[in-house]
């Protein structure tokens, strides 16, 4: 069994109905979790529900800069709507097991460790901004889908860029292994390779380096690059813009092989999607003013959105 990383901050929290320990962690050392197994155990038919049963604890992997969807707010708390999404599954796993409390500890994870993350079980699930794609599904495993985005570009308001065809000459960050940099990197080749590519760790690193004007473009999904637009210093100096490149769905993952574990999270995903939950939590982080200066990304949910939330499924898109 691998062990979960050292907590480096553990409070008592009530969230949405659950008397929980919540813990953030980074990713070194190993603590030890207190037994709370419950009285009368469910046939579990998982090792990981197993081991959460047994130890009262579950690893949920969040980003750090993946506004609005999973992020560190002014506090350094995290926050966002996927996040209040793996709550709300935390709260069904802690119901189905029947356990008196749970310690979630939140693992904080990039683009380029997610997937190690999940596979070796040090993060149980994870909910951020991470696509759901046919290569990605031969490592880990995929809950239906909680969101749908597409591929764009963010660029300052006068650069004369429209389109991925302006792109020719111009440096372009991308965050490192992410569906965006796989398809700018295949669209520089076929245009003869007159785009400079950049590598960042992360969306923040990438947004900093546009903001400061070391690259000329950012490609990222088109929600995660409004996230960014809302924290720069005048945000209304940049928009997204540019035909989308791909469109994909949001999942939470987790270890292949584990039905039980997958089928509790999807159950709990469709109730959220169908019933209207959601849609309340959307509003909270794409119509409201959010976290860290309180700006409203003002975005109405797209149609693949509504027909997701009224048809849940857990297939990429094609």
């Known amino acids: 069994m691998h062990r979960v990383p050292a907590a480096i901050l553990r409070t008592t929290a009530s969230v949405l109905g659950m008397s929980l320990c919540l813990c953030l962690v980074a990713p070194q050392a190993a603590v030890a979790a207190p037994p709370a197994v419950p009285a ?97 599904a031969r490592q880990v495993s995929f809950s239906t889908s909680f969101f749908v985005v597409s591929t764009r570009m963010l660029v300052r308001r006068d650069a004369g860029i429209k389109d991925f065809p302006d792109l020719g000459g111009r440096r372009v960050v991308v965050t490192a292994s992410t569906t965006s940099e796989r398809l700018l990197r295949t669209y520089n080749e076929s245009r003869g390779g007159k785009i400079q590519v950049v590598t960042a760790r992360d969306h923040g690193e990438a947004f900093v380096l546009l903001e400061d004007g070391k690259v000329d473009a950012m490609m990222l999904d088109d929600a995660l690059l409004y996230g960014e637009r809302a924290k720069a210093r005048n945000p209304d100096d940049w928009i997204v813009t540019g035909t989308p490149m791909s469109s994909e769905a949001y999942g939470c993952m987790m ?41 409203n990304l003002n975005w109405a949910p797209s149609e693949a959105l509504l027909s997701l939330y009224r048809h849940p499924g857990d297939q990429p898109l094609p």
């Not at 992020?71 to 709550?87: A, I, K, N």
């Not at 039980?260 to 999807?266: H, I, R, Y």
């Open 40 to 136: 009368s155990q469910p046939d579990l038919g998982s090792d990981t529900l197993r081991r959460i049963a047994e130890t009262g604890t579950i690893n949920l992997g969040h980003r750090e800069s993946s506004v609005p969807f999973s992020f560190y707010d002014q506090r350094r708390q995290v926050v966002g709507y996927s996040h209040e999404l793996m709550l709300k599954v935390a709260d069904a796993v802690k119901a189905e097991l029947k356990l008196p409390a749970l310690t979630l500890r939140l693992v904080p994870v990039t683009s380029q460790n997610r997937i190690p993350l999940v596979q070796n079980g040090t993060v149980d699930i994870e909910c951020g901004s991470t696509s759901n794609t046919t290569e990605r």
């Open 255 to 295: 270890r292949r092989n584990e039905p039980a574990l997958k089928a509790l999270v999807d159950r709990c995903l469709t109730r959220l999607l169908t019933s209207g939950e959601a849609m309340k939590i959307y509003s909270r982080w794409f119509q409201r003013p959010i976290p860290p200066r309180g700006l």
